[in-house]
């Protein structure tokens, strides 16, 4: 059973940084696009970043482009978010999700995500 734990968040200041990781097992991930996804409260569910596991592919939201940079650790089976520049509008719930050969063109799409990790807290005060 493929299993997603997330870990990193926390209070920042605004302009700070933070670093999200994403720890996957339970399944070979080779074919598996790997995204990160928020939701402030009140707001719907909304892509941040994306990765192909391979790491040939990547996408971003235009809101957290020049700030966020995602990675992945194929030694550890992780996927990292690094958060700089940090503002109260990036407050939310940052989800990791994993989905099966997903093309580029998709990686926004959260219902194209199989599986979903618990969240993580992140909140960036005004």
């Known amino acids: 059973q493929v299993q997603l734990v997330e870990s990193g968040g926390g209070l920042v200041l605004a302009g700070g940084s933070l670093r999200l990781s994403c720890a996957a097992s339970g399944a070979t991930f080779n074919r598996y696009v790997m995204g990160w996804f928020r939701q402030a409260p009140g707001k719907e569910r909304e892509f941040v970043a994306a990765i192909r596991w391979s790491g040939d592919s990547t996408s971003s939201a235009d809101s957290v482009k020049g700030r966020f940079t995602i990675s992945r650790d194929t030694a550890k089976n992780t996927v990292n978010l690094q958060m700089n520049s940090l503002k109260p509008d990036d407050t939310a719930v940052y989800y990791c999700?994993?989905?099966?050969?997903?093309?580029?063109?998709?990686?926004?799409?959260?219902?194209?995500?199989?599986?979903w990790g618990q969240g993580t807290q992140v909140t960036v005060p005004p």
């Open positions: 999700a994993a989905g099966f050969a997903l093309p580029l063109a998709v990686f926004h799409d959260r219902w194209r995500y199989t599986y």
